[in-house]
C-alpha cells in the first residue's frame, strides 16, 4: 500500500524527488476559463457576478442584495450555535488572537547625531478580502486563520466572500465570522469571487489583499489577479511529514499521518524513522486502523499515490531529510524534540514531542495554520500578522546631515551618468 523507501537505496534522492513533486500547474481550459470570467466580471461587474453564481452554485438569485449577509444573520448564527461548539470556537479564537498579538510591529525611528531621522511606518492594510470554501466543505477555522491576523493588524474592512452552493449554509462559518468581527460577507464563490474582490463591483469593494484557500480556478484567478492586488499565496496540497524515534504509540502516527491524508487524494504524509521494525508496527496500523475511517478511499488513495514510509540512517539523517522536504507540518515525535527543532531549517509549522498531534495546530494551538506547501517553506512564512501590514522608510535629514550625505549621492550619481540626481543632492551641499 503505502511506499517504502530507505535512504540507503542508491536512488534514494531521486525517488525522493518523485514522490515530492507536484505541479499546481492549470491545463490550459481552466485558464481559459478564469480568464474569461475575470474579464466579465470587470467589463459588466454586478450582472455577471448573479449570472456566475446562478449558474455554478445553482442559485436562482436575481440581485446582489440577495447575496449579502446582514451581520444580524452572523449574530444569529453564532448565538444558535450547540453550547459546547459555541465554547470551543470561543476558546480557539482567544487562542489564535493572543498568539497573533505577538506578532504585532509597530513602527520605530531614530535620530543621528546630526539631526537626521531614519526609521520605518508600520501601517495596516485597509481592505482585505476573505475566500473561505462554502458547501459541505466549509472550514471556520479558515475564518479564524485569516480574519484574526488581520483584524489584529489592525485592518479596516475585512470582507468575506463563501460561496453557497444549492443554498447549503455552514452555520459554523457564518458563527466564525461574527465571532472574528468580519465586515461585510457575500455569498459568492469561485473565480468570479476572487474577480470582484480584485477589481470592485457595485456591490463588493475592491480590496487590497485577497487571502485564503480555494479550488483550482479560486487558485489560478488569484494568480491572474495578483498585481492588481496582493496576495497570501498559491497553496498546493496539505501536508505532513514525521520524524520519530521509534518509541512512540504506532497507531497515534498512522492516524497522524492520516489526518493529513483525508484532506484531499493529493495530499502527503510522509514517516522518517531509523528503526525498520518500527516502520512495519507503523505499516501494520495503517492495515488495522484504516477501514474504519469515514474518508477511507481518499486516505488510502492518498497514501498509496503520495505517502511513504522512509527509513533513514539515523535521526540526524532524518533531520537532513526532512529539511530537503520542507514540509508544510513538521511532527518531531522524539525524546528531545526542541533540541532537534534547532537544526530544522525549513518547515511551515513544527510540532514538538510525542504528545503535539499536528491537528491541534488546525484549529487551536495558536499559531496559524495557513502554512507554506509543496517545498516552498525553503523561502516563506506561515501567515500572519506582518502579511496586513505594510512599512513605510522614514527619511528626515537635517541641514547638516543633507549636506554630508549629498556629496556622497552626487558622487555615486555622476558615477551612475544621472546628473539631475546629483544636481538635486548638490543643491543641499553648504559651502
Not at 465571532?179 to 480590496?207: K, M
Request: with cysteine; charged share 25%.
Amino acid at each position: 500500500m503505502i511506499k517504502r523507501l530507505n535512504s540507503t537505496d542508491p536512488d534514494f534522492w531521486q525517488a525522493l524527488d518523485g514522490l515530492l513533486a507536484w505541479e499546481s500547474v492549470s491545463d490550459q481550459a481552466v485558464n481559459d476559463t478564469v480568464t474569461g470570467i475575470i474579464a466579465d466580471i470587470r467589463n459588466r461587474g454586478d450582472a455577471a457576478l448573479v449570472e456566475y453564481t446562478n449558474r455554478f452554485d445553482r442559485m436562482s438569485i436575481k440581485t446582489m442584495s440577495e447575496l449579502e449577509i446582514p451581520t444580524a444573520r452572523l449574530q444569529q448564527a453564532l448565538d444558535g450555535l450547540p453550547t459546547e461548539q459555541r465554547e470551543a470556537l470561543q476558546q480557539a479564537t482567544d487562542r489564535v488572537r493572543a498568539y497573533h498579538d505577538h506578532q504585532k510591529q509597530d513602527s520605530w525611528s531614530y535620530t543621528e547625531a546630526d539631526g537626521t531621522l531614519l526609521g520605518q511606518q508600520v501601517t495596516a492594510l485597509e481592505r482585505v478580502g476573505l475566500y473561505v470554501p462554502g458547501g459541505k466543505a466549509a472550514y471556520p477555522s479558515s475564518v479564524l486563520m485569516n480574519a484574526i491576523p488581520a483584524k489584529v493588524a489592525g485592518v479596516d474592512e475585512l470582507i468575506m466572500v463563501v460561496p453557497t452552493p444549492d443554498g447549503e449554509i455552514n452555520e459554523l462559518v457564518f458563527a466564525a465570522a461574527a465571532i472574528c468581527g468580519v465586515d461585510r460577507v457575500f455569498t459568492v464563490g469561485g473565480a468570479q469571487a476572487v474577480a470582484a474582490l480584485a477589481y470592485g463591483t457595485e456591490a463588493v469593494p475592491q480590496v487590497d489583499k485577497i487571502v485564503g484557500p480555494g479550488n483550482i480556478y479560486v487558485a489560478t484567478a488569484k494568480r491572474y489577479v495578483f498585481g492588481t492586488v496582493g496576495i497570501d499565496m498559491i497553496a498546493g496540497p496539505s501536508e505532513i511529514l514525521v520524524v520519530c524515534d521509534g518509541q512512540t504509540d504506532p497507531d497515534w502516527i498512522a492516524m497522524d499521518l492520516f489526518s493529513q491524508a483525508e484532506h484531499d487524494e493529493d495530499a502527503q504524509s510522509i514517516l522518517l524513522c531509523p528503526d525498520a521494525d518500527y516502520l512495519d508496527a507503523v505499516a501494520a496500523s495503517i492495515e488495522k486502523l484504516l477501514p474504519n475511517m469515514e474518508r477511507a478511499e481518499i486516505i488510502r488513495t492518498s497514501l498509496n499515490d503520495r505517502g511513504a514510509l522512509i527509513q533513514v540512517k539515523d535521526l540526524d539523517e532524518a533531520v537532513t531529510v526532512a529539511n530537503y522536504i520542507a514540509p508544510e507540518h513538521l511532527e518531531l515525535s522524539v525524546e528531545d524534540p526542541q533540541a532537534m527543532a534547532k537544526n530544522i531549517k525549513h518547515a511551515g509549522a513544527i510540532f514538538m514531542g510525542r504528545y503535539t498531534a499536528e491537528a491541534l495546530g488546525d484549529y487551536c494551538a495558536g499559531p496559524n495554520h495557513v502554512l507554506p506547501t509543496s517545498r516552498t517553506a525553503r523561502y516563506s512564512s506561515p501567515l500572519g500578522v506582518y502579511d496586513f501590514q505594510k512599512r513605510s522608510s522614514l527619511i528626515m535629514c537635517s541641514a547638516d546631515g543633507a549636506s554630508e550625505l549629498g556629496k556622497v549621492a552626487s558622487t555615486l550619481a555622476r558615477g551612475e551618468g544621472l546628473e539631475a540626481h546629483a544636481r538635486s543632492a548638490e543643491y543641499r551641499i553648504k559651502d
